[in-house]
């Protein structure tokens, strides 16, 4: 069974490129989340989508973060201009699941470099 | 600010001990609790959830509820090596925010 997959795995950015990184959420769930994760932060909310509409846009993120789902098995995180303290894993995450609807299921993440 | 702390940073028990992890809501819109359990170098797995006052106990592991002080704790049994984890507490928001604290890092020392 398709667990949320998250494309790339890694990704190295010069300081001020832009990246965009990809998740597919398992078939059938409402939600998406788009977390960041580092050690001192812990892990941030970045986005959240319910049946695709934005319901969270990351306020402090906002300006340079943009997630999009364009449908209902596809969404993308957008980081322009990239800057090293963006370095970090970003996860995703569906749920909806029918046997446990709040239940997070993350995908393996994307490690992200910026030099 | 913070909306979901946890306690302590960091554990160490003995093989066989017993893990205790707290964690506190300071949002009192919260409604909904969740563990997550990540090992390293991999991505969170829920271990447990609870919205009801009380316990709820699945094998070695137990979860407290105190929904008045927004407090909830998790305890590990008979804990082993494979227990040793980063250990998330995470919180929902009657908006449907979903929070996570700093995590504690457990070691279970053979």
């Known amino acids: 069974d398709a667990g949320v997959t998250q494309t790339p795995r890694h990704e190295v950015a010069e300081k001020g490129q832009t990246i965009i990184l990809k998740c597919e959420p398992v078939?059938?769930?409402?939600?998406l989340f788009w977390y960041r994760q580092t050690k001192i932060q812990g892990l941030e909310l970045l986005s959240y989508f319910r049946s695709k509409s934005l319901m969270e846009d990351g306020g402090a993120f906002k300006d340079r973060f943009k997630a999009e789902m364009l449908n209902s098995s596809f969404s993308t995180l957008k980081i322009q201009p990239t800057e090293p303290k963006d370095s970090a894993v970003y996860l995703c995450a569906s749920s909806g699941d029918k046997i446990s609807a709040e239940t997070l299921y993350f995908g393996s993440g994307t490690r992200l470099t910026v030099l | 600010q913070q909306k979901v702390q946890q306690s302590p940073e960091s554990l160490i028990v003995p093989e066989g001990g017993m893990a205790s992890l707290n964690c506190t809501s300071s949002d009192r819109n919260v409604d909904y609790f969740w563990w997550y359990r990540q090992h390293s170098g991999k991505s969170p797995k829920m271990l447990m959830s609870i919205f009801s006052n009380g316990e709820k106990e699945e094998g070695r592991f137990t979860v407290h509820l105190n929904k008045a002080s927004l407090h909830t704790s998790l305890h590990i049994r008979d804990s082993q090596p494979s227990d040793s984890a980063l250990y998330l507490c995470a919180a929902r928001r009657a908006n449907n925010r979903i929070f996570f604290g700093d995590g504690t890092q457990l070691v279970v020392k053979p």
């Open positions: 078939s059938g769930h409402n939600d």
